[in-house]
């Protein structure tokens, strides 16, 4: 114990307590102040491929996007049928629906407890309930100019990519605000289809790839990992192939994107990462990590 001298009293030993008088200014420490201090005691250390593999995310979450416009620009363009659409959409659905099983043997079905009828009804509910309001999507819009549901549409679809679930635990995030979001710019982009039949389909594909890819990937990364990782790759080429026969300035760009968000911006997140320099010391606040319960009875 360090002692101090002071002109009004004996020497004495100062002591870091509150219950106890003593001959020194409330402000005053003694030597040993700075030899708890500590450094980034609570800093993950990242790992360059790790973030690497978390930002697949981000990439899948953008090409589901991209191939949602550019499916919309095929149809406007009358380059792609509704019905063929659709037909690729059910097809491709009833694949994932079975690999969503077979990934984990069906036990995460069984202990939700959710039967195949209750899906397949829930499909019925959904699509004929689609399918009869379409007319009222397609003349939803009229009284609004194309360019304000440009606006609005590109609005949504970037609020949706802001809002969704990337797996960080932030108070931003809102899967439910983001999937409204998504469905809002595809009526609003549905709308502006040729008949009511396209404007059926636009907004059951936007369901498909907003709100069942998403569920699929989650559980592709959880159980496999490498399926997960080339099931990203193979999804951002399609989409930039997709991209590229509209605009190739446009693949371009959002390839560098990919790219940027993929590989650089976790590099420069594990440069920064060694610049961090947190300090912990005697000064913090004190946390109570002892269960109180029992008082509160």
């Keep these: 114990m360090v002692c101090a001298q002071v002109e009004t009293s004996p020497r004495r030993c100062w002591q870091k307590v509150l219950y106890e008088r003593q001959p020194f200014p409330d402000n005053y420490v003694d030597q040993r102040f700075l030899e708890e201090l500590r450094k980034n005691i ?6 360059y491929w790790n973030v690497v593999y978390e930002s697949g995310v981000v990439v899948q979450q953008l090409c589901s996007v991209c191939v949602f416009v550019v499916t919309w620009w095929y149809m406007d363009a009358g380059l792609l049928s509704p019905q063929g659409l ?23 079905r069984r202990e939700s407890g959710r ?5 397949l009804k829930s499909t ?13 999507l397609k003349t939803l819009t009229e009284s609004i100019s194309t360019d304000t549901i440009y606006a609005m549409s590109a609005f949504m679809l970037l609020g949706h990519l802001i809002f ?37 389909v636009m907004v059951t594909f936007a369901m498909q790839i907003f709100a069942l890819w998403p569920m ?7 159980r496999t990992p490498c399926c997960y990782v080339g099931v990203t790759a193979l999804f951002a080429l399609v989409a930039l192939v997709g991209l590229a026969s509209v605009s190739s300035v446009g693949a371009v760009l959002f390839a560098s994107l990919l790219l940027s968000i ?6 420069c997140l594990i440069r920064l990462q060694q610049l961090k320099d947190n300090i912990h010391g005697p000064w913090d606040e004190a946390e109570i990590k002892e269960d109180l319960s029992r008082f509160l009875m």
């Design 262 to 267: 993929s590989c650089l911006c976790p590099y």
């Design 216 to 222: 699929l990937q989650k559980k592709l990364k959880a």
């Design 42 to 47: 609570h800093a993950r250390q990242y790992q």
């Design 164 to 200: 969704f679930d990337y797996g960080a635990n932030a108070a931003i995030v809102s899967s439910t605000l983001s999937l409204n979001m998504a469905i809002f710019a595809s009526v609003c982009l549905a709308s502006r289809l040729p008949r009511s039949l396209h404007a059926f």
């Design 86 to 108: 659709f037909g690729a959409a059910l097809l491709t659905s009833l694949l994932g629906y079975v690999l969503f099983d077979a990934i984990d043997a069906g036990v995460g």
């Design 115 to 119: 039967t195949r009828w209750a899906d």
């Design 124 to 136: 019925l509910v959904f699509t004929a309930f689609t399918y009869g309001f379409s007319p009222v």
